[in-house]
């Protein structure tokens, strides 16, 4: 059976070059970034540090939402992740930036158009995006989100190089396990010196084959459309990408701590511990924001 030139490649290299070497060359192809690529990445540079000293709410989907409530939030500064936007006070926190993760397998191309034109007409214009870069063309082909701020998150750095580096969305990033990783990748670079979580429950361990966000599955335009996101269960390997979530976590935190900045989980119960935890109502006030 004849080799493809992309396998014997690979095999040269893992026999003549030294593993140091080896390394040291994939992780800085990882990182690269074409000359388009680079264009489009230093539109991100207007928001460095825009919002300094100031503090933000990053809103995940769990179904701990759904026990908090969620309008003293009205007039803060929030980042609203994935599904946020079919929350009933949406229309009343007004997220100021909101992050999609980058559509993968099983979700078809036409699928995620679908749910992102949801999100389109579902939001107002004055809302900015952060994207996966891999996903800018599939955007303009539906002719989606042309009328509003749209950033562009180019993934692919390896997250050892990035615990040594402060966040820079003008470079290439890591590639990020959950779309809160992608959340407080844009709320570092922006400067945020307090950063909250909410519905970060990432509990899915505890009810595999069944999911469970602050709304019904069928809210769900991708559910709605026949996607699973248990489509492809192994047991070991969840308990892999819990690993590597946690880990992704820990370099953030990190990096927060070596800017003296924090970042608190305010999730109403929930597995995550990397960071230290607070009550949303004991934090609403305790911080007078700059932008007010």
């Not at 040269?12 to 970034?33: E, F, Y």
């Not at 995620?112 to 389109?120: G, P």
């Not at 990408?241 to 929930?270: F, K, P």
Request: charged content about 20%.
């Amino acid at each position: 059976m004849t080799q493809s030139p992309q396998t014997l490649r690979q095999q040269i290299q893992h026999w003549l070059l030294p593993p140091g070497v080896l390394a040291l060359l994939q992780n800085r192809l990882s990182g690269r970034t074409t000359a388009v690529e680079r264009e489009i990445l230093a539109a991100n540079a207007s928001l460095h540090n825009r919002h300094t000293g100031e503090r933000c709410f990053i809103i995940a989907t769990g179904p701990s939402i759904k026990s908090q409530d969620l309008t003293v939030l009205a007039g803060e500064t929030c980042i609203g992740v994935s599904n946020f936007f079919v929350h009933p006070d949406f229309a009343l926190i007004r997220p100021r930036y909101y992050c999609i993760a980058p559509h993968h397998p099983p979700i078809t191309v036409p699928d995620f158009q679908a749910w992102m034109r949801e999100l389109e007409q579902r939001t107002s214009d004055n809302m900015a995006m952060f994207m996966g870069l891999a996903d800018r063309q599939i955007l303009q082909e539906a002719g989606l989100f042309s009328r509003r701020p749209l950033h562009f998150l180019k993934l692919g750095l390896p997250w050892h190089v990035q615990a040594t580096r402060a966040i820079d969305i003008t470079r290439a990033v890591p590639h990020i396990q959950s779309v809160t990783v992608m959340a407080l990748l844009a709320a570092l670079y922006m400067g945020f010196k307090e950063i909250y979580l909410l519905g970060c429950d990432h509990d899915w361990i505890l009810h595999l084959n069944t999911s469970s966000h602050f709304y019904e599955e069928k809210e769900h335009k991708l559910v709605q459309a026949g996607y699973n996101e248990w489509f492809d269960v192994d047991f070991s390997s969840h308990c892999q990408d819990c690993v590597n979530l946690w880990s992704q976590y820990r370099t953030l935190r990190s990096i927060a701590q070596r800017e003296t900045r924090h970042i608190v989980n305010v999730t109403a119960g929930g597995l995550l511990d990397v960071f230290p935890r607070a009550q949303l109502e004991s934090v609403i006030n305790s911080f007078q924001n700059p932008a007010k």
